[in-house]
């Protein structure tokens, strides 16, 4: 199993971000997904969830701001970052949930 995350970068306070992840080696469309990251110095934390059935759930930082979803014709999951925060910094991971498969992580820095 391959998870490729891609779509980090910089951006202001305020602006948007979509992160991507390709995943290989599975039949995605049977498995719950989900956002990870960590800030410096910081636990790994859960940023948004999506079962094979695409419901959703979100961390109460994110909520209203974060949209997570699937496009299971393409393996592909994706997180849709909107008025982004400079706590929102951190590298994003996604994974297949409940499982130790990880994508490699994708650095997203939001300046103030």
């Known amino acids: 199993v391959q998870l490729q995350a891609s779509g980090g970068g910089l951006v202001q306070a305020g602006g948007s971000l979509k992160l991507s992840c390709l995943v290989s080696g599975i039949y995605f469309r049977n498995v719950g997904m989900a956002w990870y990251r960590q800030a410096p110095g910081k636990q790994r934390d859960l940023v948004a969830t999506i079962t094979g059935g695409d419901r959703t759930d979100y961390a109460d930082s994110v909520k209203g701001r974060f949209t997570i979803s699937r496009d299971n014709t393409q393996d592909m999951m994706y997180l849709q970052m909107n008025s982004l925060k400079p706590e929102d910094t951190a590298v994003y991971y996604c994974?297949?949930?409940?499982?130790?498969?990880w994508g490699q992580g994708t650095l997203v820095t939001v300046s103030s």
């Open positions: 994974n297949v949930h409940h499982t130790d498969w």
